[in-house]
């Protein structure tokens, strides 16, 4: 079956420091991957995506994520960080019909 | 344009009550997810629509657990008899069909069965 694991559950990180969100999957022949932003009681919102091509990928709000199939890992980086950038952020693999997200990483920007 | 709505966003029921759950897809979308968030986790899949036919059901936890799409538009997502386990978030999406595989989000309904 396909798996995402998300190795941190919470990332403390001080503003306009760097920060990276470890996401790890299930190898598979062929993978599509996504990062998803979850602010309070609010829905998903999708920062970028692997399709295909270049394996690193920008997405929205200064975020980048590369695609490493020999490590079968996809994580998320910024260089610097603002409070806003504070939420739960999701990785997730799947196709048209179904995704399958990892449990979560809260990152918490302190001023 | 107008993103994916639910309602309600918070839905209160006693142990043994069925309730309803609607969502809006974005206008045009032919396929529509529904998942289940609990406290802590990701969002896990439940179904899949394309338009009005059910492709996917294989993540519904039990036959408690109902959804429809009949015009291909709206989803109601329906739960019989409820249990305290079913208290999550239950989030909508949509999306376009083509490859792009991108799926919009609605806000989602917060359950919670006393």
């Known amino acids: 079956a396909q798996s995402v694991t998300q190795l941190d559950s919470q990332v403390p990180v001080f503003e306009e420091a760097p920060v990276e969100l470890r996401c790890n999957y299930s190898?598979?022949?062929?993978?599509?991957l996504f990062w998803y932003v979850q602010y309070p009681n609010q829905g998903l919102q999708l920062l970028l995506k692997y399709l295909s091509g270049s394996t690193l990928v920008k997405g929205i709000n200064g975020f980048e994520a590369e695609f490493n199939k020999s490590q079968t890992s996809f994580h998320l980086r910024k260089p610097s960080v603002h409070i806003s950038d504070t939420a739960e952020y999701f990785c997730a693999r799947g196709s048209a019909r179904q995704l399958t997200f990892g449990s979560g990483t809260q990152l918490t920007v302190l001023p | 344009g107008a993103g994916v709505s639910q309602s309600p966003r918070y839905k209160v029921a006693k142990r043994g009550q069925d309730v309803a759950l609607r969502c809006d897809p974005i206008?045009?979308?032919?396929?529509l997810f529904w998942y289940q968030q609990a406290l802590g986790q990701g969002p896990e899949f439940l179904t899949y629509f394309q338009n009005e036919a059910q492709l996917d059901k294989s993540g519904l936890p039990s036959d408690r657990f109902f959804a429809e799409r009949p015009e291909g538009s709206v989803s109601t997502l329906k739960i019989q008899r409820t249990q305290q386990e079913d208290s999550a978030v239950y989030l909508c999406?949509?999306?376009?069909?083509?490859?792009?595989?991108?799926?919009?989000f609605g806000p989602g309904t917060r359950l919670t069965v006393t």
């Open positions: 999406a949509s999306s376009w069909t083509g490859g792009e595989y991108e799926q919009y």
């Open positions: 206008s045009g979308h032919v396929s």
């Open positions: 190898s598979s022949v062929s993978v599509y």
